[in-house]
């Protein structure tokens, strides 16, 4: 079963995908801008830690906080519960929301249009 984190624990392990391993006062200090207290960030590595989405590895009189779950594995699994939940799976009612809504560039049409090529010559 994939582990399961919130918006707030994703915004830490962001943190520690970017840079590892940190200490909980690095992950402090890359979290300011949240207006969260540092005992808020302690809660979450703690939460993230027994979810067994990071490790921690003791380093004198601190722990150095590295994260287990791949940022690539997280994000297909966010990424289809989306799609499962917004649009019963599929991509295609997707891309068709955005386009309805003018959200879709030149440039996000391109890439589209590459996309559908190369799934289309088995790249």
């Known amino acids: 079963m994939p582990i ?13 995908w970017e840079r590892q391993p940190l200490a909980a006062e690095e992950v402090c200090a890359a979290l300011a801008g949240q207006g969260w207290q540092d005992a808020t960030i302690k809660t979450l590595l703690n939460r993230l830690l027994n979810k067994g989405a990071i490790s921690a590895q ?6 150095l ?50 996309l559908v090529k190369d799934l289309e010559h088995g790249k």
């Open 4 to 16: 399961q984190i919130s918006e707030a624990e994703a915004q830490v392990m962001q943190v520690l």
């Open 58 to 63: 003791k380093d004198g009189r601190r722990y």
């Open 65 to 114: 906080y590295a994260p287990l779950l791949a940022r690539d594995a997280w994000l297909a699994t966010e990424s289809q519960g989306f799609l499962d939940r917004m649009f019963n799976g599929r991509l295609a009612p997707l891309v068709a929301h955005f386009s309805q809504h003018k959200a879709l560039s030149q440039a996000d049409i391109a890439e589209l249009k590459k």
